[in-house]
């Protein structure tokens, strides 16, 4: 026989001297603290995910504060709160004064705003170079950047003879099988690259470049040339071509690309397309502050 075993207290009535909060009443809601969310509280490592977004949320409020103060406002114990700033600081995503002991935002919150801010300035930069580079060739433009191990789409502009309505905004493609995903990936630091390129690569169709040896071979001549070309290697009947666009230190943070179908994009056609990307990709360049 099955016995149901009986949690503390259930089908029993609070004793009226039980204080409110251990009746399960709420308690009042105390001036000066933030209010805690409702509901279950989120599972050990996701909560202190949220702590500590929390501590830097509280730093970019008040400028700097102490390791008590933050503690109060997160509504958890000293110990805790210094867990939490130990492993910011150790990322670089807060520092500590050490004459005063508060903490403050560190250089590696700067350092992830400014990838941020690269993206939103060559979105904006990038919209009338590409609407000028597709009116001008007729095909459809494209501006990727670089998302972890794939180049993700963040600008598109369509030109008077693009013959598809396919939407590649926002879409993550492979880095070894498309123009801009090797311009990306071709002016990736040496030891970055050869490990993305030593992986298994998919082979998407039967043009794809897959082989290590071949893909660095391919790299090293996007570099040399100064553009990308594929050929069918993410869609069959698709040909496209790729630049680099750089930021003002000369770095890499985007690819220009314009595509088309192959029966449009001869091997003629497919060097011009690059020739003309190639002076749009240093026009936008400029536009990002490089050659100044």
């Keep these: 026989m099955t016995r149901t075993r009986k949690e503390p207290g259930q089908n029993e009535e609070p004793h009226q001297g039980t204080p409110r909060g251990q009746r399960g009443e709420p308690l009042p809601e105390q001036p000066g603290r933030p209010r805690e969310p409702q509901g279950k509280a989120p599972p050990g490592s996701v909560q202190s995910v949220d702590r500590a977004v929390s501590v830097l949320e509280i730093l970019a409020r008040h400028g700097e504060a102490g390791v008590t103060e933050i503690a109060d406002e997160l509504g958890v114990h000293k110990s805790?709160?210094?867990?939490?700033?130990?492993?910011?600081?150790?990322?670089?995503?807060?520092?500590?004064?050490?004459?005063?002991?508060?903490?403050?935002?560190?250089a590696g919150v700067l350092r992830l705003a400014g990838a941020a801010a690269v993206r939103m300035d060559i979105s904006q930069e990038g919209g009338p170079v590409c609407r000028e580079l597709a009116d001008e060739l007729g095909e459809t433009v494209n501006i990727a950047v670089l998302d972890d191990d794939a180049a993700v789409n963040i600008m598109q502009a369509r030109g008077p003879a693009s013959v598809t309505a396919q939407n590649w905004l926002g879409r993550r493609t492979p880095l070894h099988a498309t123009s801009s995903g090797k311009v990306l990936l071709a002016h990736l630091p040496t030891t970055l690259r050869e490990g993305l390129i030593a992986r298994t690569l998919p082979r998407i169709t039967e043009h794809t470049v897959t082989g290590t040896v071949a893909l660095r071979r391919d790299l090293e001549t996007v570099v040399q040339q100064g553009f990308a070309i594929a050929v069918e290697e993410l869609e069959v009947g698709l040909a496209a071509v790729a630049a680099p666009v750089r930021a003002h230190d000369g770095k890499v943070i985007g690819a220009l690309s314009a595509s088309g179908p192959v029966y449009r994009l001869t091997e003629d056609r497919l060097t011009e397309l690059a020739k003309r990307t190639v002076v749009a990709a240093v026009e936008l360049s400029r536009r990002m502050g490089y050659g100044f």
């Design 80 to 106: 805790t709160a210094f867990r939490l700033l130990g492993v910011l600081e150790n990322r670089g995503l807060v520092g500590q004064a050490k004459d005063r002991g508060k903490y403050f935002l560190g």
